[in-house]
């Protein structure tokens, strides 16, 4: 059974904007590294964004200046807020934490990221 929930992917238009929420079941986000993946089709899974349990964040270099990560913790909810979109953003996106504390929160380490949804498609039209 799914702990994390994603929705809000859709089909937009080159320069258009989606926001992304993902919604846990089980746990609170404030304890965890939590972050934002995606996966094309034929392509490795990528990190897109990373937030820290004390708020800090780190994206990947393709998305900063255009994706915004940030989770309402009250409402136990992640978010992506994603503008400008290219037709290179599509993909399936997930949402994933860090339960055990080991991925230092770093883009690169998703294995180590050991909760994952169950995603959420992304398709940007040229």
């Known amino acids: 059974q799914a702990h994390l929930v994603e929705s809000g992917g859709g089909s937009v238009q080159t320069g258009g904007s989606l926001r992304l929420s993902c919604v846990s079941s089980?746990?609170?986000?404030?304890?965890?590294?939590m972050g934002w993946f995606r996966q094309a089709p034929g392509k490795e899974r990528e990190g897109v964004a990373t937030?820290?349990?004390?708020?800090?964040?780190t994206y990947a270099d393709s998305v900063n200046g255009r994706f915004t990560i940030s989770k309402d913790n009250a409402k136990n909810t992640l978010y992506l807020q994603m503008n400008s979109l290219k037709p290179e953003d599509t993909a399936m996106y997930y949402c994933?934490?860090?339960?055990?504390?080991?991925?230092?929160?770093?883009?690169?380490?998703?294995?180590?990221?050991?909760?994952w949804g169950q995603g959420t498609q992304v398709t940007v039209s040229s």
């Open positions: 089980r746990y609170t986000y404030s304890a965890y590294c």
């Open positions: 937030i820290r349990s004390d708020g800090s964040i």
């Open positions: 994933a934490a860090d339960l055990r504390g080991r991925s230092r929160c770093r883009l690169d380490r998703s294995n180590d990221f050991n909760d």
